[in-house]
C-alpha cells in the first residue's frame, strides 16, 4: 500500500518537476503584481559581469502565439522598440532561425551595432521561446538571453531576460540607462502587440509568419 501511494505520488509530481510555469519564479507580492498588470524586474549579479542579468516579467491579454507573432517580426522591431534605428534579417538560418542586424541609439557613445543570432522553439503547454546571442558588435563584448511567452487565464505572461557584457567604458556610463532601456523594451512589446492584435490586417501577415515557422 505504502509503495502504490509513494508511486502515484511521485506521478503526480513529476509534471510539475518537468516544467514549472513562469510565476512560480516569483514571490507571492510579486506574482500578484504581475497579475495586477504591474511589470516587475529582478537582478543577478554575475561574477565577470558588471551589468547583472536581468529579467522581466508582464502579462500580456494576447495570447502566447499573439505575442510572440509581434516579436518574431524582426524586421518591424525598429518601428517599435525604443532607441532601435534598424532592425533587419541578413540571414536566414532555417524557418525558426535568423541572423537579425540592430542599431541601437547609444546616449553618449556611438550608435551600437550588431548581430543577434534569434533561435525559435515551441515548448509546453503553449509555450513559445526565443533566445538570441549576439555574434558580433560594435563596442558589446558578449550579450544573450531570451523571451518566453505562456498562456496565463485568457491571455498571457512574458519573461525577457539578457544577460549583456559592455565594453569597460559603456559599463559605468551606460548601466542604469541599460536598466532602463530593457524594462521599456518590454512596455513597447507589450503595447504594439495589444495595438497590432486590434488591427486583424495588421496581425495576420505576423500569424502567418509564426504559423510558417510553427506548423
Not at 51 to 77: G, H, I, L
Not at 117 to 143: C, F, K, M, Y
Not at 206 to 212: G, I, N, P, V
Amino acid at each position: 500500500m505504502f509503495l502504490r501511494s509513494f508511486l502515484f505520488g511521485l506521478l503526480v509530481a513529476t509534471p510539475m518537476l518537468v516544467r514549472a510555469d513562469l510565476l512560480s519564479e516569483l514571490s507571492a507580492a510579486d506574482q500578484a503584481k504581475v497579475k495586477a498588470g504591474e511589470q516587475v524586474m529582478l537582478s543577478e549579479p554575475l561574477d565577470g559581469y558588471p551589468w547583472p542579468r536581468v529579467k522581466v516579467y508582464q502579462k500580456s491579454a494576447a495570447t502566447p502565439r499573439e505575442v510572440m507573432a509581434v516579436f518574431f517580426d524582426y524586421n518591424n522591431a525598429c518601428h517599435y522598440v525604443p532607441n532601435c534605428l534598424k532592425s533587419h534579417i541578413a540571414k536566414t538560418i532555417t524557418a525558426r532561425s535568423f541572423d537579425v542586424d540592430y542599431v541601437i541609439d547609444v546616449p553618449i557613445l556611438p550608435d551600437e551595432a550588431y548581430t543577434v543570432r534569434n533561435d525559435l522553439t515551441a515548448g509546453l503547454n503553449g509555450q513559445l521561446t526565443v533566445t538570441w546571442n549576439v555574434l558580433h558588435a560594435t563596442s558589446i563584448e558578449e550579450s544573450k538571453g531570451s523571451l518566453v511567452v505562456e498562456p496565463l487565464g485568457s491571455g498571457s505572461v512574458l519573461r525577457y531576460t539578457n544577460l549583456v557584457k559592455p565594453s569597460s567604458r559603456a559599463a559605468f556610463l551606460l548601466k542604469g540607462i541599460a536598466m532602463s532601456q530593457m524594462r521599456e523594451t518590454v512596455t513597447a512589446l507589450v503595447n504594439q502587440v495589444q495595438k497590432t492584435a486590434a488591427n486583424p490586417a495588421a496581425m495576420a501577415p505576423a500569424m502567418k509568419r509564426l504559423d510558417t515557422a510553427l506548423p
